[in-house]
Nanobody
């Protein structure tokens, strides 16, 4: 069964850090671009960051540039999202998603999704 599983979410104070993990089972991530998305209550799901399959090129939403870093470890079949200097507006459920090769900004163009992990930034 093809599956993505996110982990690493939690409650953190403003200015703190978290590292999210997206682990794949049932398939290898080598050929897949992995996107991180988030959805806050009452809002649409939005793209946060993405990393391509081959070159490992990355992109980030303007709201997280300079604070978040996406990386992949193909040997562990896992993609990470390091989140630093967290703000209350980063509070959301974070999802990872996979599609072949190239990143996309569109939710509908991803083939596999994880179940999400809650990130809450609050004092």
């Amino acid at each position: 069964q093809l599956q993505l599983v996110e982990s690493g979410g939690g409650l953190v104070q403003p200015g703190g850090s978290l590292r999210l993990s997206c682990a794949a089972s049932g398939f290898t991530l080598d050929y897949y671009a992995i996107g991180w998305f988030r959805q806050a209550p009452g809002k649409e799901r939005e793209g946060v960051s993405c990393i391509t399959s081959s070159s490992g090129s990355t992109n980030y939403a303007d709201s997280v540039k300079g604070r978040f870093t996406i990386s992949r470890d193909n040997a562990k079949n896992t993609v990470y999202l390091q989140m630093n200097s967290l703000k209350p507006e980063d509070t959301a459920v974070y999802y990872c998603a996979a599609r072949l090769t190239l990143c996309s900004d569109y939710v509908g163009e991803y083939d596999y999704w994880g179940q999400g992990t809650q990130v809450t930034v609050s004092s």
